[in-house]
């Protein structure tokens, strides 16, 4: 099975992360698409982020209706700050069968020559981009590289900090999120 691994805080998730996810699913040939929560990220502050399983619940409310989109929790028990190399290492190791790809905003791909061991996951790995609007050019070596795969998926400019932002300021953000993850929100309170 070929599994694309969309990694991310999801701090929270929304409907960009849904829309890209579901393209992927269905207009590539990936079979699934796994949302990694990431519990900390090597490049980002701990402290803006909810606790791991209340974003893994969120990954969870806007991900099952879709069955090809699923949530997990693969990193929680690795040690952090965990890097993406060790994550695909142990996900090999622990579902042979399956093929992992990398899913990444082209964004990311400009800063992919600094990631640890980024020539091992290129050997291993195939990376699935999608469009990002930005001034920077990619590096030559990403460029037409065999194994990036640049996708003609919906540019979404919507991100969890602006969403974090209006919820703060009182804004109404719920078009921006899936229904499931508004509720849960709004329940508990988050982000105010």
Known sequence: MK????????????????????????????????????????????????DNYQRLEMVYRATKDYTKLKPSDIEFNLPQPNYTINTLAYLQEKYPDNEFSLIMGEDNLKSFHKWRNYELILENHHIYVYPRIY??????????????????????????????????????????????????????????
């Open 3 to 50: 599994v694309g691994l969309y990694f991310g805080s999801f701090n929270p998730i929304h409907i960009g992360h849904l829309v890209i996810a579901n393209y992927l699913a269905e207009y590539s040939d990936l079979d699934q698409i796994w949302f990694i929560v990431t519990p900390h990220s090597p490049f980002k502050k701990k402290s803006s982020l909810l």
């Open 135 to 192: 001034e920077n050019k990619i590096e030559t070596q990403f460029k037409n590289h065999k194994k990036i795969h640049h996708i003609d998926a919906p540019i979404m400019e919507l991100s969890s900090t602006l969403i974090r932002q209006g919820i703060k300021a009182g804004k109404n953000v719920k078009p921006m999120l899936p229904e499931f993850v508004w509720e849960y929100l709004d329940e508990m309170n988050f982000y105010k």
